[in-house]
């Protein structure tokens, strides 16, 4: 499985961006996507997830009510809106892969998660 996340970039403080992530090769459509992110001298950290059916999203405190998660089956990729962006935002921000199939729970840890993609850079300047 290759997840291939773009969209990052530099945007002022207020402002939005729309990560994307798409998934090639053998694909889990019935795993949980999800999207971490790493900002500099800290650790990676959940953002937000969505179950397999696309019924269900989780989101990390800080971003709820700013940020959505959506998924099209049909193409393997999953989305992540951020609307209102902080400073604290800036980040490397990942997406990931569950393929375990058909959890009963959105799975927030990043060691529940088996493939993930490269990383894109989100600035968001003050």
């Known amino acids: 499985v290759q997840l291939q996340a773009s969209g990052g970039g530099l945007v002022q403080a207020g402002g939005s961006l729309r990560l994307s992530c798409a998934a090639s090769?053998?694909?889990?459509?019935?795993?949980?996507m999800g999207w971490f992110r790493q900002a500099p001298g800290k650790e990676r950290e959940f953002v937000g997830a969505i179950d397999w059916s696309g019924g269900r999203t989780v989101y990390e405190d800080s971003v709820k009510g700013r940020f959505t998660i959506s998924r099209d089956k049909t193409k393997n990729t999953v989305i992540l809106q951020m609307n209102s962006l902080k400073p604290e935002d800036t980040a490397v921000y990942y997406c990931?892969?569950?393929?375990?199939?058909?959890?009963?729970?959105?799975?927030?840890?990043?060691?529940?998660?088996?493939?993930w993609g490269q990383g894109t850079l989100v600035t968001v300047s003050s």
């Open positions: 990931a892969v569950d393929r375990t199939s058909s959890r009963l729970y959105v799975p927030v840890r990043s060691v529940e998660y088996d493939y």
């Open positions: 090769g053998r694909t889990f459509s019935n795993g949980a």
